[in-house]
C-alpha cells in the first residue's frame, strides 16, 4: 500500500455562529495518495471548496490535523506555511489568474525566474510544458488572444513547472465546452501518473468522472461514499 501524501484527522470548520452557524467539515478524516486523481462530488454548500482550502493550507480548520508530506501544516507559523505551500504545493481555479498584457510563455517563465530560475532554463520548461499541454504553437500569445480552454492549460502548464507533489483543483472546466473540458481532465489525470503528483479535484462536471482514479462524495461536512470506479 503506498503511504498517504495528505492526511486530514477528525478536521472540523465552521462558519458563523448561533443560528448562523454553519458546519462545512464535520470531523471529517481522509488520506490521499500520490499517482493518482481523486475527485470530490457533492451539492452547493457540502463543504468540497472547504476541504480544498483546508488541506491546501488555505484556510484554517477550527480543529483537527492536517499532515501534508509529513508535516503538520497547520502548526507551521504563517510566513512558513506560505514557504510549503509555494514549494510543493499546485492550485487551479476556476478563475486562471493569468496576466492579460503576458505571453503564453512569459506566464511560466516570469514565475520560475521569480523562484531563482535561470532565464534560459525557465525558457526551456516552458517551451516543454507548452507543448505537454498542446499550446506550443501559441507560446507568444496572450489570454485575450486564446480561448477559456487554452487559457486554462495554461494555467495548468505555469502550476506543473514548479513540480509540485500536491495539486489541487476547484471546479476547474466549469467554464469549458465540452472538447476542452475533456483536455483539462486529461492533463490533471496525466499530471497524477507522469509527475507522481496528488492530484484532489473539486467538480460538478460529469466529464471528469472517466478520468478519475477515485471519488469521494461529500454531503453535510462528510464523507458519505468513497469509490474507485472500474477502469474499462
Not at 483537527?64 to 504545493?89: T, Y
Not at 488572444?145 to 486554462?152: A, D, L, T, V
Request: hydrophobic share 40%; charged share 25%.
Amino acid at each position: 500500500m503506498k503511504n498517504a501524501v495528505v492526511v486530514a484527522k477528525d478536521v472540523v470548520k465552521t462558519f458563523g455562529q448561533g443560528d448562523t452557524l454553519i458546519t462545512a467539515m464535520d470531523h471529517l478524516s481522509l488520506e490521499l495518495y500520490s499517482s493518482e486523481m481523486t475527485l470530490v462530488k457533492g451539492p452547493s454548500g457540502s463543504g468540497k471548496s472547504t476541504l480544498i482550502s483546508s488541506l491546501g493550507g488555505l484556510q484554517r480548520p477550527n480543529s483537527g490535523e492536517v499532515h501534508v508530506l509529513g508535516e503538520a501544516i497547520w502548526s507551521k507559523k504563517e510566513g512558513e506555511l506560505d514557504d510549503f505551500r509555494a514549494k510543493h504545493c499546485g492550485f487551479v481555479f476556476q478563475s486562471m489568474g493569468l496576466f492579460a498584457s503576458l505571453t503564453a510563455h512569459e506566464q511560466i517563465v516570469l514565475p520560475l525566474q521569480y523562484m531563482g530560475s535561470d532565464f534560459k532554463i525557465a525558457s526551456k520548461i516552458a517551451d516543454e510544458l507548452l507543448e505537454e499541454v498542446g499550446l506550443g504553437h501559441r507560446r507568444n500569445n496572450r489570454p485575450a488572444q486564446m480561448s477559456g480552454g487554452e487559457n486554462q492549460r495554461v494555467a495548468i502548464a505555469r502550476m506543473l513547472a514548479k513540480e509540485p507533489k500536491i495539486i489541487f483543483a476547484d471546479e476547474p472546466t466549469s467554464a469549458l465546452d465540452s472538447k476542452n473540458g475533456q483536455i483539462v481532465a486529461d492533463l490533471l489525470h496525466r499530471s497524477a501518473k507522469l509527475h507522481d503528483a496528488m492530484v484532489l479535484c473539486v467538480t460538478h462536471d460529469d466529464r471528469l468522472t472517466g478520468h478519475a482514479d477515485r471519488i469521494l462524495t461529500i454531503e453535510d461536512g462528510k464523507i458519505f461514499s468513497d469509490t474507485r470506479p472500474a477502469k474499462q
